[in-house]
C-alpha cells in the first residue's frame, strides 16, 4: 500500500468515526440542529418597561427602551426604526399583530423616574409610522394598554376606560371603572373587554362590550380563597376570561383562575396543588400552557404542562426542564437551556403532547426568556442588553 494509499484511508475512517460520535454523543448534531441565523444589535441598558419582541409577517420587530425597530427575520437587515421623542423613555408596550398596529407607552426621562406613563403613541407595525398619540394617560401602563384582533386600543384615563380605535386614536366608547377601583391588567378580545381591578381590598373581574363599553358584569376573581390586597392580579386572556394571582412582589404561589363568558367560575389551576412553582403562563384555545416545577415532590418535574380551562384538569405534561416557550399552529415549541447536557429546543402536539422534533443548538441559549416561531426559523428572546435575541435556523 502506497503512502498515498494510507493517508486516504486515515482520513475516511476519522471522518466516519467522527460521524458515528455526533449521533452517539451527547450534543449538537448536524443534521438535526439549530443554526445560528444572526444576532439582534445589543442594547443600552435601561429601566424596566417597554421591551418587547413580535413577530409581524416576515419582520420581526423589537420595542426597548427608546423607540421600536423592525428586522428582516431572514438577513437582519433593519426595515425601520421609530423613536420616541427626545429625553423620554419607554415603559409599555403592546402589539395587535393582525391590525399592524402597536401602542407605546412612554413618559419624560426625569433623574428620579418617579413620572408616571402619561404618554401613548400609535406606530404602524409596517413602516414604523406614528399613527396618533395621547395624553393625559392614568398610571404605569406597561401591564394597562391593550390591542384586539378587532383593532380596538384601550386605555387607562382618570379611572375610566377609554376604547379607541386603534389606527386613528378616535375615540369610541369611556366607561368608569367604579369608585376606588385600580386596574392590574386588561384583556382585549372580539367579544368582550375584560380588567382585572383591585377595589379597596377586593380583587374583581369585570366585563366590558367591545362595541360600546357597557359593564356585563363583575364578579370577585377568587370567592373561595380571596386575594391578598397587596397581591398581583393580570390578565392572561380575555376569551375565555383568565387572571393569573401571584403574591405580594411576585412571592407566593400562583393560581390562574378561569370563567364562563357569563363570569362563572370556571376552571382552576394552583401552584399550591401539584406544581409548587409556576412561571411562564400562556392561554390558547382554551387551554392553559405554563412553565412549571414540582416543590418537595418525588419524582421531581420540572417542564411544561397543558392545562383544560373548561374545569382546571392537566391535559399532559413534558418534562426535561424549559426556559420558554411559543404555541402556534397546533404546536408547542419548547427551549430548554441547560449547561450540563446540553440546550435543545423541542416541538410538540399542543393538544396531545405527543413530541413531533427535537434539535440540539450549535450555541449556547443564554437565558431565553421567550421564543417566537416562523416557517423554518425560530427566535429566542434573551432579554439581556447585549444580545436582545437570536434567530436560528432549522437544519
Known sequence: MSLGQWLAGVLVLAVVVGGIAAFVMPGYVPTNGMSTVWHAPGESEAPEGGAATW???????????????????????????????????????????????????????????????????????????????????????????????????????????????????????????????????????????VAALMCGTEATLASFDPASGTTRWTVPVDARRGVDADGLLSVLSADPPTVRVDGPNGTGLSSVLAFGPDGRDQGRVDGAGDFGEISTTLVKAGRLYAIAATKGVVPAFSGVVAFDLANGAQLWRKGGGASALDVSDGRVTIVRPSYKHGDLMYVVDAATGDEEDERDFQDRVSSAGDVLTFQDLVVVVHGGTERPFTVYDRW
Open 55 to 193: 413577530l409581524v409577517g416576515d419582520s420581526v420587530v423589537r420595542s426597548r427602551f427608546d423607540g421600536v425597530t423592525a428586522f428582516d427575520v431572514r438577513s437582519g437587515k433593519k426595515r425601520w426604526e421609530y423613536l420616541v421623542p427626545a429625553r423620554a423613555e419607554t415603559c409599555g408596550a403592546s402589539a395587535d399583530t393582525a391590525a399592524g398596529v402597536a401602542l407605546i407607552a412612554y413618559r419624560q426621562a426625569r433623574p428620579t423616574k418617579d413620572e408616571n406613563c402619561a404618554s401613548v403613541a400609535a406606530v404602524g407595525l409596517t413602516d414604523g409610522r406614528e399613527l396618533w398619540r395621547a395624553a393625559g394617560v392614568s398610571g404605569e401602563l406597561q401591564n394597562k394598554v391593550v390591542t384586539s384582533g378587532g383593532g380596538l386600543g384601550v386605555l387607562v384615563v382618570g379611572g375610566r376606560l377609554r376604547g379607541v380605535d386603534l389606527k386613528s386614536g378616535a375615540p369610541r366608547w369611556t366607561t368608569p371603572l367604579g369608585k376606588g377601583c385600580v386596574p392590574h391588567g386588561l384583556g382585549v378580545a372580539p367579544k368582550q373587554v
